[in-house]
């Protein structure tokens, strides 16, 4: 009989990573119906979501040990959506994400692309995003910062949408498993988002890159 | 999803849970089924660290203690909880042989984990502050 597993750690990451999706896929499910009134709504939203964890599975089952870049990781979302590049704009340093972090920060990303889309800078003609990450040294830690701001559009003052499974995402699992400190805020030219993520915990988080641009395009 | 599983109603109820478990999601599904019981939940928290900080305000009845803490091993944490008195109920996503021989005897839930299996186990492990709480109450 063939072994089929490469190395002996793998198994048990893999287990490990089936067991945690099947959790978010339920966790998800609850949460997605919960407050929607019709079944095609509900869908839709249900659909977008395990269309980003799909996305972020396959991007882990890429690169299991190198890491996930988090440019990637945040195109995914955005250009699945069909956004307006032109009104969109973003850039950082080359970060990798560690595989074992990547699916709250994916599932974050696909949220807050799809509260821009609905209720945000691509619900008005006029809107647009901009998102920025840089690395900040605080007290000897090393900080991952990522900006999301968007502009041009009135943010209905009762609707801040991020409700539900997007607003527990980044309030409360971001904090809880990345020890990130997050911050969402409408204010009157649109919507700011500051997510700040350390380095390491007990393992590292992400790291800064070191291999060149265009690393993507070798694979 | 958690659901209210037992008919007798909150069969935990006055139990203090400490649970320490680094999946949010994992976390606050068993966290909802403990409280549903009647138990009072202390974290949940995704750390050894944090959960030494709870232990020094609270002492708990029972410790859910997830084996497998960002890549750490919890076994170091459940001696001291052990040196303490406090029942353990363990929870593994692995292969039960990765528990040390020194904890084996101790329950082990296997995620996803199964809410009236998780229930029963700590009521098992918390037996004996039962029945001096509830010298009357017929089993």
């Known amino acids: 009989m063939e072994n089929f597993t490469t190395k002996p750690g793998d198994n048990l990451e893999f287990q490990r990573q089936l067991r945690s999706l099947f959790s978010v896929l339920r966790t998800l499910i609850r949460l997605t119906s919960e407050g929607r009134s019709s079944v095609e709504d509900c869908s839709a939203y249900l659909e977008g979501r395990v269309s980003a964890l799909a996305h972020v599975h396959q991007m882990m089952a890429r ?60 619900a008005s ?3 647009e995003a901009d998102i920025r990450w840089s690395v900040l040294i ?82 | 999803m958690a659901m209210k599983t037992d008919v007798e109603g909150a069969v935990l109820s006055g139990i203090g849970v400490l649970i320490v478990e680094d999946e949010y999601l994992i976390a606050q599904e068993v966290a909802e089924i403990l409280r549903l019981q009647g138990a009072t939940v202390l974290g949940p928290v995704a750390e050894a660290a944090g959960a030494r900080k709870l232990l020094a305000e609270k002492r708990p009845d029972c410790a859910l ?45 296997q995620k996803p984990v199964n809410s009236q299996t998780l229930i029963t186990s700590i009521r098992k492990q918390t037996r004996v502050f039962l029945r001096e709480v509830e010298p009357t109450s017929p089993r």
């Open chain 2, 65 to 109: 203690l997830d084996i497998n803490l960002r890549g750490k091993l919890v076994f170091e944490f459940a001696a001291e909880l052990q040196q303490l008195g406090i029942p353990i109920v363990l929870i593994t996503g692995y292969d039960r042989s990765i528990i040390p021989v020194a904890f084996r005897h101790l329950p082990s839930l």
């Open chain 1, 125 to 127: 003609s006029t809107g």
């Open chain 1, 138 to 219: 605080e007290n000897g830690t090393s900080w991952l910062r990522v900006n999301w701001n968007e502009s041009g559009f009135e943010l209905p003052a009762d609707s801040l949408q991020l409700k539900g499974f997007g607003f527990e995402l980044i309030e409360r699992m971001l904090p809880y498993e990345l020890n990130a400190r997050t911050a969402v805020r409408a204010v009157p030219e649109g919507l700011r988002v500051q997510l700040d993520i350390p380095a390491s915990g007990d393992t590292p988080v992400w790291r800064l890159a070191a291999e060149p641009r265009g690393w993507r395009e070798a694979l």
């Open chain 1, 63 to 122: 690169a299991p040990d190198e890491g996930l870049d988090l440019e990637e990781l945040l195109c995914n979302e955005l250009l699945s959506q069909a956004l307006p590049e032109a009104r969109l704009a973003m850039g950082g340093p080359r970060i990798r994400i560690a595989p074992r972090y990547a699916v709250p920060l994916a599932l974050a990303f696909h949220e807050l692309t799809i509260n821009a889309l609905t209720h945000g800078a691509f």
